[in-house]
């Protein structure tokens, strides 16, 4: 399952990203990256950025569970 942030930027490291709080990385699970330079995003960070798309929803499988509970 994926967890998708409408409208947020993608952070240029772990020190300007809203997941990396005092020293641990909270999207690998509070690994401690406090030796990775404010400089670069680590190769085994998980967030990565969607590319242009349309809609992100399956409208059809939605219509069908609302009719579904009446």
Known sequence: ???LIKNMEMPKNCQKCWLYIEG????KGYRDY????????????????LPPHGR???AEVVIEAEGSET
């Open 1 to 3: 399952m994926s967890v």
């Open 24 to 27: 641990a990385c909270y999207a």
């Open 34 to 49: 406090r030796l990775i330079m404010d400089t670069a995003k680590p190769d085994d960070c998980p967030l990565v950025e």
């Open 56 to 58: 992100l929803d399956d």
